[in-house]
């Protein structure tokens, strides 16, 4: 069993930066390829962003992409999502999700869900 806690959410204004973690217990977590997806209000959930286990592979929705970037550290069992240059676009809940490799997470098949962490862009 694996539980995954998201933090770093808020209120910013377009342009600036904001880092996303999700915090996962176990002992397993390196086992388990990790992703990012967002919805935002009166829209279906979308990928965003995957990384391997291994944290040597990454991808990227095209929305995305040259503005984010998803990292983990297995040795803190935490992922991140780092956003810059965020907009207004990107509003929504953010939730990790791991599953058992990077091309099944990239298409929502995941083993376990985060709560969500609410991101702002004001403009």
């Not at 397993?28 to 990928?47: D, V």
């Not at 956003?83 to 207004?88: G, H, I, T, V």
């Amino acid at each position: 069993q694996v539980q995954l806690v998201e933090s770093g959410g808020g209120l910013v204004q377009a342009g600036v930066s904001l880092r996303l973690s999700c915090a996962a217990s176990g002992r397993t977590f390196s086992s388990y390829a990790m992703g990012w997806f967002r919805q935002a209000p009166g829209k279906e959930r979308e990928f965003v962003a995957v990384v391997s286990g291994s944290g040597l592979i990454s991808a990227y929705a095209d929305s995305v992409k040259g503005r984010f970037t998803i990292f983990r550290d297995n040795a803190k069992n935490t992922m991140y999502l780092q956003m810059n240059s965020l907009k207004p676009e990107d509003t929504a809940i953010y939730y990790c999700a791991a599953g058992p490799s990077a091309s099944t997470v990239r298409i929502g098949d995941v083993n376990y869900w985060g709560q969500g962490t609410q991101v702002t862009v004001s403009s």
